[in-house]
């Protein structure tokens, strides 16, 4: 199976929109989106044992910017803005869902999603409305459930299943996995390198 050195992923570019993906990106694209604060660039870091490739921040709504990397030739991973965040206008927000949503709709290249929840929030409408639509797409969709840290571990148990019964609602093929993970603890970190790997390799 192909085994993919994450630490050698490099930051490419940021771009205001998804208008602007660079033409030679149509290759395979793994896409991380979930609302701000989620802690997807702590993630970010700990998959690619980088401290500094995704800035990481304790005011939610810094990410504007869609953040490109490349793991290596031809295999991309993409930071999607944290939707949902306060300090934007409600017009700039709709702006993004609309986007984000499109790019699910219509890019080919997009081969997996992973949409970060914090494991003390729920599961929102817009959630929802991406995971009904990776689901359609056949996008392989990996629900991580963040700072799992914060709880011990039967609530974590709890939250997982309560989560997997959400899903059951919304679901009507089972290329959706959920995990717990936890930056700051080590905690689901090479399963999802493993995912990744998998998604890579197809
Ligand atoms: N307890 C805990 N906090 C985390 C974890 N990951 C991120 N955070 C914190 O959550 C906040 C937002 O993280 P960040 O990675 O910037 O989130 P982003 O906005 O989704 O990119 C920061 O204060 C992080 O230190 C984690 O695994 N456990
Ligand atoms: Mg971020």
Not at 116 to 140: E, P, Q, R, V, Y
Request: overall charge positive; charged content about 25%.
């Amino acid at each position: 199976m192909l085994k993919l050195n994450y630490q050698n992923t490099r930051f490419l570019i940021s771009i205001p929109s998804l208008n602007y993906l660079p033409k030679y990106m149509n290759h395979i694209q793994v896409a991380f989106i979930g609302r701000s604060n989620s802690g997807k660039s702590s993630l970010l870091n700990k998959l690619t044992k980088q401290k500094h490739l995704a800035r990481t921040s304790k005011t939610p709504g810094c990410t504007k910017l869609i953040n490109l990397f490349e793991v290596m030739k031809n295999k991309y991973l993409i930071d999607l803005p944290g939707y949902g965040y306060a300090r934007v206008s409600k017009q700039d927000k709709e702006h993004w869902k609309v986007m984000i949503i499109e790019y699910i709709k219509n890019n080919k290249n997009l081969k997996g999603l992973f949409l970060l929840l914090d494991i003390n929030s729920t599961i929102n409408d817009f959630d929802k409305l991406i995971i009904k639509l990776a689901n359609k797409k056949n996008i392989s969709l990996l629900i991580l459930l963040t700072k799992a840290d914060k709880l011990n571990i039967s609530k974590r148990k709890m939250k997982l299943n309560s989560t997997k019964e959400v899903l059951s609602n919304l679901i009507t093929n089972d290329n959706v996995f959920v995990e717990i993970v936890s930056s700051i603890k080590n905690i689901g970190i090479e399963n999802i390198r493993q995912k990744l790997n998998i998604l890579f390799q197809s």
